[in-house]
């Protein structure tokens, strides 16, 4: 299910020069940001929830989502490279999978981590609110990646819907529309989160089962259909 | 040894028929696929290839499936026509990582870029490759497991004389082998020097089949049609229907020229500058209005 060689092709690829950069500047906001807070506010638990729900886990978990996942595969499949990895004899499915694997732990690295960075200079981990999103941040991840990564199979404009998807579905009509917040991966993390941090700071509209079979269904199917449509993938010749 | 049965093949995109009809089998040594840019003769590579769904027909490799089977490219080596290849490897890199997705190993890998002798340039990161370059790298990743079917797609667009010879002596190797080697082009010159077999597609048909000699004859023996200018049209266009290797001529006033078409090629070429001198009459303009690619296949289509 998982080829080291596809793997190392796609890490290579996702930390080039350029998508490395993009990669880490939302990191670093969200620890300067922290720091600028601390210094300013001190230690509050109220605001650490606010900047790690309101920016790390809303806004920066899916956009490195988005990178990671779409960066996968998408730009393979749009220059046409993609054809070295399916002329070989390795399941469709495996080359899925294995692009999955890479797109999570990238996103992770690239957003887990530097949630409880943030997490732990904003309150030292106070109520739980550090590790509770990062978990959160962990969690999404993996949904993200799936998500984003079929979003790159499937289209030419992976980058751009995936985005509107973060940005506009989750920040925008998740404030907005009640019943969008349901089906928002950002809440269903918000939910695992919920259940580790203390007292009531961390709020999420679903329940932690609704939204742990949620993740599970998106993850899977997601990963199911991409393996699908990569089986029957059309390269575009030049004519 | 392989052959490569295409049976009854369709591909149509929305409205547009890219290929119709189209039956061939490509059996060991070196095919080369004709037609004009646009001809469909990268749809029908994509699907011999196993990367687009014939929307009608089959395509089987000794009678297996090419769509849909994973398991086919154990035999199948492609050289797409495209550039993209992961250019921040270097070519070993490269060529490495396409033996190990073979299961393959560096050894493998080594004896591919020996046989396109790329081993001067092989740690040298792909996107600093020529064009000739990255030809050859994609040659050696396709070859790595030592296919017995081998796919190009124009592969020798943009290379130049000396690379291209090279490519051609590779590919003639290949074909002495018992491989089956099929490449496309649009240049007839190329697939004739190399080709011992060719198919010739035109818009999305399958025009000719066969050794280059008849198809060769097909075209030399088709009515070319010339522009000629002189000194006194009128007397050289009577001087010229006499012989029965012209078959018309107009006397086109708007141009100040005369149209002619010839059936016996050979033996009209000699025959115009002898009358003309003959008569006294000089000759300023003589140019093949006809000679372009196209109007040969669109001839082809027709016989």
């Given at each position: 299910m998982y080829d080291p060689t596809v793997a190392r092709l796609t890490y290579r690829a996702l930390l080039g020069r350029r998508r490395a950069l993009i990669l880490g500047a939302l990191p670093l906001l969200l620890i300067v940001i922290s720091v600028a807070v601390r210094a300013l506010t001190g230690a509050d638990d109220q605001t650490a929830s606010d900047v790690l729900g309101g920016?790390?886990?809303?806004t920066m978990v899916p956009i490195i989502g988005v990178i990671a996942g779409t960066g996968a595969i998408g730009p393979e499949i749009d220059d046409g490279s993609v054809v070295y990895l399916l002329s070989k004899p390795i399941k469709r499915p495996t080359i899925i999978f294995t692009k999955l694997i890479v797109a999570i732990a990238v996103t992770m690295v690239f957003s887990a981590v530097p949630t409880l960075v943030a997490g732990l200079i904003l309150n030292g981990n106070g109520q739980q609110i550090a590790v509770a999103y990062t978990v959160a941040a962990l969690v999404s991840s993996i949904a993200y990646s799936a998500l984003f990564l079929l979003l790159g199979t499937v289209s030419r404009h992976a980058v751009v819907f995936g985005l509107v998807y973060a940005l506009v579905w989750e920040a925008l009509f998740g404030s907005l529309v009640p019943g969008a917040r349901t089906l928002s991966v950002q809440q269903w993390s918000l939910a695992v989160a919920h259940k580790l941090a203390?007292?009531?700071l961390v709020t999420s509209d679903v329940g932690l089962p609704t939204a742990t079979v949620l993740l599970v269904a998106v993850t899977v199917l997601a990963t199911w259909y991409a393996g699908q449509k990569l089986r029957s993938l059309t390269l575009a010749g030049e004519e | 040894m392989s052959t490569l049965v295409i049976d009854h093949v369709s591909r149509w995109f929305g409205n547009v028929?890219?290929?119709?009809d189209i039956t061939m089998t490509i059996g060991p040594g070196v095919t080369g696929l004709l037609g004009?840019?646009?001809?469909?003769k990268s749809t029908l590579i994509n699907m011999m290839g196993g990367f687009l769904a014939p929307s009608t027909g089959t395509v089987t490799l000794d009678g297996q499936q090419v769509w849909r089977n994973e398991a086919i490219y154990r035999h199948i080596g492609i050289v797409p026509e495209r550039e993209a290849m992961y250019d921040f490897l270097t070519g070993r890199e490269f060529v490495v990582a396409n033996a190990e997705l073979h299961g393959l190993g560096e050894k493998a890998a080594q004896r591919a870029l020996a046989t396109v002798e790329m081993e001067y340039a092989q740690d040298r990161r792909i996107a600093t490759y020529s064009k000739g370059m990255r030809q050859r790298v994609k040659m050696a990743s396709a070859l790595v497991h030592d296919p017995s079917l081998l796919l190009l797609d124009e592969p020798f667009n943009g290379m130049d004389p000396r690379q291209r010879m090279q490519l051609m002596d590779l590919l003639r190797r290949m074909g002495d082998e018992g491989r089956t080697v099929l490449f496309s082009s649009h240049i007839l010159e190329e697939v004739e020097q190399l080709a011992w077999h060719i198919e010739v597609v035109v818009a999305g048909r399958h025009a000719a089949s066969g050794d280059f000699r008849r198809i060769r004859r097909l075209m030399t023996d088709r009515p070319h049609r010339y522009l000629v200018r002189s000194s006194d049209d009128r007397a050289l266009a009577a001087a010229l229907i006499a012989d029965p290797s012209t078959a018309g001529i107009e006397v086109d006033l708007a141009e100040g020229a005369l149209r002619i078409q010839a059936v016996d090629f050979g033996r009209f070429t000699a025959l115009l500058p002898k009358v003309a001198r003959d008569h006294g009459i000089r000759l300023l303009t003589v140019s093949p209005?006809?000679?372009s690619l196209e109007s040969v296949f669109s001839y082809l289509v027709a016989a």
């Open positions: 920016f790390a886990l809303a203390g007292g009531d | 028929v890219a290929v119709n004009p840019n646009g001809a469909g209005s006809d000679e």
